[in-house]
């Protein structure tokens, strides 16, 4: 792992994460920089539907937060990665409300030690109005080597 005089966070070898670069002010909810080698994926927003395609926890965003980051974990397994390799991820909420929720089901997955950089958007609506969130992530996979 690459690190710097910024407090670069422990992680998988071929990612490093930045908290604060110098001049900017750390957060606790994700880093300000990552980068790594390797191939990059993409996972498009994934929102509260189960396998069927129904909505769950309609009104509930914990539970729709806690099925958005199980799609996303199996998403990125179809492309050989885990929440380990997620470099970036954006949320969508129709409320800012929904993003403690949000923060809560990411650290079922994602160690304090390990966050992404992250994008917050408030939105009017998404594609059905039961929709409270919805999280896209991008990862880089280590090289096959």
Known sequence: ???????????PGHLTRIAAPEGIAASPQYSHVVWGTGRFVAVSGQCAFD????????GDAAAQARQVFDN??????????????????TYFVTDVAHLPALREARA??????RLPASSAVQVAALVRPELLLEVEAFAVVPAAG
Do not use: Y
Not at 1 to 11: D, E, F, G, I, L
Not at 51 to 58: F, N, P
Not at 108 to 113: E, K, L, T
């Open 51 to 58: 396998e069927k395609g129904e909505v769950v926890g309609e």
């Open 72 to 89: 996303l974990g199996r998403c990125l397994a179809a492309a050989g990665a885990t929440f380990d390799d997620v470099v970036k991820l």
């Open 1 to 11: 792992m690459t690190t710097t005089p910024a407090a670069a966070s422990p992680a």
């Open 108 to 113: 079922a997955v994602i160690p304090a030690d």
